[in-house]
């Protein structure tokens, strides 16, 4: 496989610590190795060239995850990378000469870049020559013509051979064929290229042999030997005794690189003692290296030198050719004609893009590698020098790793909600004149970091709702934006947990979490709460999430929901209450003041007072706002001693609510007369006109529900019989049924229901109230196991039979069931309960 050489460090061991690299290696975390190999050339493809991974001391699960891979550049990828092994194997047939030409030592060299981190190793391939080519004459034949009046030590050159081995397999030595006439010698250019000058040992005769033929073998060091072979043709001519002879023994030039064909190079010039036809010289090439003989003309009879194909400064920086000149005789001589190649920028920079990554976190910190790329200038010198740069508005910077190996760096923090992306144009610009440049473009897209927290378009939020709302109503919505992007930007609405008069917010107000609607939960009474103030919380849902409050505040509104309330005068269901005015009072006497109070607020608390009825309206006048109730004019002993005033109060809602009072006023003087007066107040006719009516109601009610259970009762027992009926002649067990929802309290219940009613009656109203209660909400019937007969247990606090005023009790019996009625009249007329 080749001697192989391995050196592979890092930048913090390999180079001085001074504090640009110390910088310099905390920003980059590349590590650059070299490694040479040497092999022979025209290896088959998969030879194995070397172990990299032991080489570089990596391991082989470093090669894949790093996605190891070769960069080759624009140059052919003459080598493959096994990342499963770790061996570097043969993809093509390298052939040296192919590949290098006449340089040596020849080889390629090539980089492995690793990303994650990114790692970037120099690999160089020497390739060892064999000896695969035999040295060969550019023609078949060589045809000399030599007079026979040719000196002995007279020098004929001939055409030298070329092979494009290297070293010892190159072209070694010649031999000449044996003969009498010639002998051969083998010089050397200084450059090294050998060529061969036979050598007349022995005078030639016309007349004895006019045609020679020879052969030269070129043989070459390898082993096995290679060789090729001419043949030497010569003609024995006249005497021709002075050889050309050039003026000068090396000629130099210069030429430009791209010169147009037909530029001229320079002018050989070879002159000859003799005349006539044996004094006329030609000019040929003769140890034509590669392709000058194709690249460069000669006029064989004026010895100028053109160009023939386009010149490339960077194949061939220099051509040495050899020139003969050659009479009619035969005789010739030689020189060297060097070329010098100029080379011009005419090859702008090629970048080429190692590793990119297109999409890069904002939160990276600054000196992040990006990319790493190669630029390359086929020119020399300064027109190979190059500088790479970017737009100085962008905030990255290029840093130099390896040789033509460049790093884009970030400078500052990345911040996506202000610049999503960025378009970074590389540009990598010679130093040639004029000089020519190359521009590489790289879009950059900036991740997303949940790093900023919603705003609400509001400091805070205020609504009103008016009380007595309906439950589940939208107030408003509040809203936030977040600047970030995707699910770091998606936002959830949530109330804070907070209490407000010792209940939790949730039991008031709910939020709807995406698009943050708050509606009412339950009905609000201003009475009981005039405000609400509550947090919400918009949460992003990165990862941390990120969350923002924002203070809500909800006023409650006043509705005109509550009447006003009478506080003076009481108003009492038993007693009567009368102001006394004597009779001797003047006009605006305060015969007393309604004072009433209104629960809401605002207007809606706004109290007027008007007089709605009254027994003498000449009399008495109320106060509009403050409900004071003065007399209007004079008492006279006309005026009746009851009277009785009806006083409205209103509020200002919309619409107005009202309560009612009544106040009893006495006219006199005197005590004992308004008690007289009022004693038969409370029996007026009218008043027990309506409360005879109720009470014939109640009893007919009562009635009407008495018979009713009565049926109800007997179908029961009718049906209860049947039934027994038929399970005695069956004689199956006797199960005791009873009727769906009829109560089994403590025995077997007969009756449904208790049933409650009550009849009222006030002695100011002039009207009544009839009320049914729901059935079994105070008595139980319970009957006695034994069958005998029912009680009544009342669970009430206190028996109607108990109360001392009963004037009268009635009392039903029946073998099933056990009634009672009680009708209780009192005087004052204020209730009146008939229970069964």
């Known amino acids: 496989m080749g001697l192989r050489q391995h050196r592979c460090g890092k930048w913090l061991l390999c180079w001085t610590l001074t504090w640009q690299l110390f910088i310099f290696y905390f920003m980059i975390t590349t590590i650059n190795c070299q490694i040479r190999y040497s092999i022979p050339e025209e290896m088959k493809k998969g030879s194995l060239i070397g172990n990299v991974a032991q080489d570089l001391g990596l391991d082989l699960k470093r090669l894949r995850s790093g996605r190891a891979r070769i960069v080759t550049g624009e140059n052919n990828q ?113 450059d090294g290229i050998k060529f061969a000058v036979m050598i007349l040992q022995r005078p030639l005769d016309r007349e004895l042999k006019p045609h020679l033929s020879l052969k030269l073998l070129a043989v070459d060091g390898g082993t096995p030997q290679r060789s090729g072979t001419v043949n030497i043709e010569i003609t024995v001519l006249d005497a021709n005794d002075n050889p050309p002879v050039f003026n000068q023994s090396l000629y130099t030039a210069t030429v430009t690189e791209n010169a147009a064909m037909g530029t001229y190079i320079t002018t050989v010039n070879a002159s000859d003692a003799d005349s006539g036809s044996n004094g006329l010289v030609t000019y040929t090439f003769s140890n034509v290296k590669g392709k000058s003989g194709e690249i460069f003309e000669i006029d064989s009879f004026t010895g ?146 949940n790093d900023n927290y919603p705003v609400f378009s509001e400091p805070s939020y205020s609504a009103y709702i008016v009380e007595n709302n309906v439950p589940g109503l939208s107030i408003f919505s509040v809203s936030a934006q977040d600047s970030d992007w995707n699910q770091n930007a998606r936002l959830s609405y949530f109330l804070e947990d907070t209490q407000v008069s010792g209940n939790p ?102 109290l007027s007072y008007k007089l709605q009825k009254a027994t003498d309206r000449a009399l008495f006048e109320v106060g509009l706002q403050n409900g004071e109730i003065r007399t209007i004019r004079q008492v006279t002993d006309k005026d009746a001693v009851k009277q009785r005033l009806t006083v409205i109060v209103e509020d200002n809602g919309q619409p107005s609510r009202s309560a009612t009072v009544v106040v009893n006023v006495a006219v006199a003087d005197s005590f004992p007369e308004v008690l007289s007066e009022f004693t038969d107040f409370t029996h007026d006719k009218e008043y027990n006109d309506n409360l005879t009516f109720y009470l014939v109601l109640a009893l007919a009610v009562v009635s009407f529900l008495f018979i009713t259970c009565l049926v109800v009762i007997i179908s029961v027992k009718i049906y209860r019989w049947r039934q027994s009926r038929i399970l005695y002649h069956s004689n199956l067990p006797v199960i005791p049924y009873y009727p769906p929802r009829y109560s089994d309290t403590l025995g077997t219940g007969t009756l449904q229901h208790v049933y409650n009613y009550e009849v009222c009656r006030t002695t100011d109203s002039r009207k009544s109230d009839c009320k049914f209660g729901r059935a079994g909400s105070q008595n139980v019937l319970i009957m006695d196991p034994s069958s005998t007969g029912t009680m009544q247990r009342i669970q009430n606090e206190k028996s109607i039979l108990d109360e001392p005023d009963s004037p009268l009790e009635v009392r039903i019996f029946s073998p099933l069931v056990m009634s009672q009625l009680y009708v209780k009249f009192v005087s004052s007329g204020a209730s009146c309960s008939v229970v069964v």
């Open 304 to 449: 100028k030198i053109t160009v023939s194909e386009i010149i490339d400064f960077e194949k061939d920086r220099k051509y040495e050719i050899r020139v003969i000149a050659k009479d009619q005789g035969g005789l010739s001589d030689a020189t060297k004609v060097v070329i010098e190649v100029t080379d011009i920028n005419d090859n702008a920079p090629v970048i080429n893009i190692m590793s990119f990554t297109s999409l890069i976190s904002e939160n990276v910190p600054p000196g992040t590698t990006i990319a790493v790329f190669n630029v390359k200038d086929a020119d020399s010198e300064r027109n190979g020098q190059i500088a790479c740069s970017v737009d100085s508005n962008l905030p990255f910077k290029i840093q130099s790793s390896l040789t033509n190996y460049y790093n884009l760096l970030s400078q500052v923090p990345f911040d996506r909600e202000s610049k999503p992306e960025y378009n970074i144009t590389i540009t990598a610009t010679d130093s040639g004149s004029p000089p020519l440049s190359t521009k590489a473009v790289l879009h950059l897209k900036i991740s997303d970091v």
């Open 505 to 606: 917010v949730s039991s008031y107000v709910s939020i709807n979490s995406e698009t943050g609607v708050i509606h009412v939960v339950r009905s609000f009474d201003y009475e009981q709460i005039k405000q609400l103030i509550f947090t919400v919380k918009a949460q992003d849902g990165g990862s941390p999430p990120l969350s923002s409050n924002v203070t809500v505040k909800i006023l409650i509104q006043d509705q005109n929901d509550n009447p006003p309330q009478v506080l003076y005068p009481v108003q009492t269901g038993g007693s009567l209450v009368a102001e006394m005015v004597p009779r001797s009072a003047d006009v605006g006497y305060l015969v007393t003041k309604v004072v009433a109070v209104d629960v809401d607020s605002g207007q809606n608390a706004w």
């Open 78 to 190: 003459y080598t493959e990378l096994k990342t499963d092994k770790g061996t570097l194997l043969v993809n093509e047939r390298i052939d040296r000469e192919e590949l290098c030409g006449d340089v040596t030592p020849c080889s390629f060299s090539f980089e492995i870049i690793l990303e994650n981190p990114i790692e970037l190793h120099r690999v160089t391939v020497e390739i060892l020559d064999v000896n695969d080519h035999a040295p060969t004459f550019k023609n078949n034949v060589i045809n000399l013509e030599i007079s026979e009046s040719a000196t002995i030590g007279s020098h004929f050159d001939l055409e030298s051979a070329y092979d494009p081995d290297a070293g010892i397999h190159s072209l070694q030595n010649y031999v000449l064929s044996p003969n009498d006439n010639f002998v051969l010698k083998q010089q050397s250019n200084a």
